[in-house]
């Protein structure tokens, strides 16, 4: 009589009314493991990174907004009618303006005087921030109110691919948004004066653009900041813009109250006073984005600019010393080399900040 132990049949033996055979894999299959670690080298190895999918669709979706559409259209039309009254005011100096040095990249500097229409830089300094401000305000706080945001980070890749993903989405719009403007402006200018930038002049465009980005990504990185802070997307977008209306709108006041309390300048104050009290107003000022990036604007676009300070170009007049020139291209890129820096700075401070915060925070289904 055959016991209960008997029954185990080990693979390959063969028992009375049942044949066993010893199962080998067939040389090109996988276990369930080894298909997870193939799959997770195929993505390291060729396919796109989570960040990159992420920035794609989010990309898309910027793009293919009605957000997008009104703030490019809006921004064009600023821009068409501050290059189309500058046009106006440059052919009708023809004479003397032949000889300009950069007379294309003068479509971007100048308004006719008097004239209600500031000039084109002048837009972007204030209304840039508003690209910024618009997409990144609810990049997260978004997500979480429509409960896609467990899901998101649920999907196989890393949890700062999210953040990273919209930022890089965000700034790509914004690089669309700007090379479209500065080719209206320069179709525009070609059309109305005839003229055709130098080499020269397309690259310090070129740079502008760089600037533009890098001001404008300032405060795309501030509102996903607030975004991640702040749970509801309306009262993000009221803290966005109040910090852009006190950084830009009264600034200007803020700074000269400062000034006036510690470097006081009353009327008949000494020369000695009056120069305190400028320079500590020009280094509040550049606390201020707008400030770094019109200094930085004004250098690039317009050659002839060699310093930013107001109390160095009294002091050139009172001497007489110096003669007018022109600065070349490098000359000018070492002129805004520092507040490019601390745009860039500042807006590293703000991602960074954001980053942090995201990866603290707990995603709840």
């Known amino acids: 009589m055959t016991g209960a132990s008997d029954s185990v049949v080990s693979p390959g033996s063969t028992t009375r009314g049942t044949r066993r055979k010893k199962i080998r894999p067939h040389p090109g299959a996988t276990t369930p493991v080894a298909r997870d670690s193939k799959r997770v080298s195929d993505h390291v190895a ?31 039309l600023a821009a068409a009618a501050s290059v189309y009254s500058t046009a106006g005011l440059i052919r009708g100096l023809a004479a003397s303006a032949t000889d300009a040095p950069s007379l294309f990249l003068k479509l971007f500097t100048i308004a006719e005087q008097g004239s209600q229409i500031p000039t084109f830089v002048a837009f972007i300094a204030f209304l840039g921030p508003l690209l910024g401000i618009a997409f ?4 997260i706080n978004g997500e979480r109110a429509e409960g896609t945001l467990p899901r998101l980070v649920s999907q196989p890749i890393h949890r700062d691919d999210v953040i990273n993903g919209k930022f ?24 109305q004066l005839g003229i055709l930038p130098t080499p020269e002049e397309i690259l310090r465009l070129l740079v502008w653009i760089i600037v533009a980005v890098a001001y404008v990504g300032l405060w795309l990185a501030m509102a996903l900041l607030v975004s991640v802070l702040v749970n509801r997307a309306a009262t993000s977008a009221l803290v966005a813009f ?33 120069i305190a009290n400028l320079t500590l107003q020009e280094n509040l000022a550049r606390l201020s984005p707008g400030q770094l990036f019109t200094e930085a604007t004004g250098a690039i676009l317009d050659p002839g600019v060699q310093t930013f300070s107001i109390v160095s170009l009294i002091q050139v007049q009172a001497e007489q010393r110096a003669l007018p020139s022109i600065l070349s291209f490098d000359q000018s890129l070492l002129v805004i080399w ?11 401070v703000a991602f960074a900040l954001a980053y942090v915060s995201f990866m603290r925070q707990e995603v709840r289904a």
Do not use: C, M, N, Y
Request: aromatic share 10%; proline share 4%; glycine share 10%.
């Open 168 to 191: 890089v989405a965000g700034l790509s719009a914004i690089t669309v948004i700007f090379v479209a403007l500065t080719a209206v402006v320069a179709a525009i200018g070609i059309l």
């Open 338 to 348: 520092p507040q490019f820096v601390s745009l860039i700075a500042v807006t590293a």
């Open 46 to 76: 060729g396919l796109p990174a989570g960040w990159r999918v992420i920035a794609a669709k989010e990309f898309a979706d910027h793009v293919f907004s009605i957000r997008f559409l009104v703030l490019t259209i809006v921004l064009g």
């Open 136 to 139: 990144g305000f609810d990049g």
């Open 242 to 274: 109040a910090v852009w209306l006190a950084l830009t709108a009264f600034a200007g006041l803020l700074v000269g109250l400062v000034a006036g309390v510690f470097a006081p300048a009353p009327a008949g104050a000494t020369a000695a006073q009056q």
